[in-house]
């Protein structure tokens, strides 16, 4: 039908009963997306609307709402942690909320076999729609992806100039002055292979560090494994601890990836920025969700702080890539770091 249609105030009457609803239907199923704030309900009651409408024809007055509304449905969503089973469970209830009614107003235009024109006309209206949201969804995603990724790139380049570049330099330095040294003072020259010696070792010491921490995105079992690792490299004056309740085996490796690089980071800014003599990490599994805490005693920092040093940007893009809460609180005797993650069906149990 269109706007000249005698139905289309009866029909403005019955979108506003099915939006009710829907409304109805979303709090009994205790729809997280209710709790998602104010613009994301509005943005539930515009799709329902949109789709009700093109099931029945009905062409509304414009509306800046709906131009775009699936791709920055997708795009909220994923910004605000929203599980896209979520959005699954709210696409279900449309049908609920609106096929009686939809078959009904087709039925008062004579359409034929009105129940099943609904079901087909609604089906695809909403599986329109959320290709569209699912598109930017994933696409979100990926964009947080790629600035994470870039910024563990841009780490590794950093330790590469900043530790293994001048360790070599150094090693191959004294290495080139062994000829000098070897005509005039031998013990001189002895130092010096030594010395080189030890600059390599420790190079070599480095590189093989950087390896295992890039191993944990494919080996999530050794999430623990490699924490423990990246504990032993810090300063003999600090006294590290780590605890789990949990062996991770069963841990989707994108998540270990993503735990692992979260609480190392913590731990690099306890060690570069508080000058704790104490850091513990502690990784804990309760029911479905996983713990992961990093406390230092050290002098804190500024955790409201936008200075990319701490990589607090990155730790929380990471956090939003697999649905994790992100808390930081930095006082002057110590800050503590705390992951709460949701963890997907087949993860790893307390033990």
Same mark, same amino acid.
Request: aromatic share 4%.
């Given at each position: 039908m269109t706007d000249e249609n005698p139905s289309r105030s009866t029909w403005l009457i019955t979108r506003d009963r099915i939006a009710d609803r829907y409304f109805d239907l979303l709090a009994a199923d205790d729809s997280p997306l209710l709790g998602a704030g104010e613009a994301i309900q509005q943005q539930l009651r515009s799709q329902l609307l949109a789709i009700v409408d093109e099931?029945?024809?009905? =062409?509304?007055?414009?509306? %800046?709402? +709906?131009? #775009?509304?699936?791709? +920055?449905? #997708?795009?909220?969503?994923?910004? +605000?942690?929203?599980?896209?089973?979520?959005?699954?469970? %709210?696409?279900?209830? =449309?049908?609920a909320a609106s096929l009686d009614d939809v078959a009904e107003h087709l039925r008062s235009d004579a359409v034929p076999d009105p129940l099943h024109a609904a079901s087909l006309r609604l089906n695809k209206a909403i599986l329109q729609r959320m290709a569209d949201a699912a598109a930017n969804y994933v696409g979100f995603l990926l964009e947080k992806a790629g600035t994470a990724h870039r910024d563990e790139a841009l780490r590794l380049s950093r330790e590469l100039h900043d +530790?293994? #570049?001048? %360790? =070599? %330099?150094?090693?191959?330095?004294?290495?080139d002055m062994i000829e000098y040294w070897s005509e005039r003072d031998i013990d001189a020259a002895r130092a010096r292979i030594q010395t080189g010696r030890q600059q390599l070792h420790d190079a070599m010491g480095l590189v093989r560090a950087l390896a295992a921490e890039t191993r944990v995105a494919v080996e999530p079992a050794g999430t623990g494994d490699a924490l423990r690792r990246h504990l032993a490299t810090l300063p003999k004056t600090i006294t590290t601890r780590y605890t789990s309740n949990t062996t991770l085996a069963d841990l989707a490796p994108h998540y270990g990836s993503e735990i692992f690089l979260i609480l190392r980071e913590a731990v690099r800014n306890a060690a570069t920025h508080g000058s704790p003599s104490t850091v513990t990490v502690d990784i804990s599994v309760a029911g479905t969700t996983l713990t992961g805490s990093v406390i230092d005693d050290g002098h804190g920092f500024d955790a409201t702080s936008a200075s990319h040093g701490t990589g607090r940007a990155s730790m929380q893009e990471r956090a939003d890539l697999i649905g994790a809460d992100l808390d930081i609180v930095s006082t002057p005797s110590g800050t503590a770091v705390t992951l709460t993650v949701p963890l997907p069906s087949g993860a790893p149990h307390d033990q």
């Open positions: 099931a029945v024809d009905f =062409i509304p007055p414009p509306s %800046a709402e +709906t131009s #775009g509304l699936s791709a +920055t449905i #997708g795009r909220d969503r994923a910004s +605000t942690g929203v599980h896209p089973s979520a959005s699954l469970a %709210a696409a279900n209830l =449309i049908f +530790t293994v #570049g001048p %360790a =070599i %330099a150094v090693g191959l330095q004294n290495l």
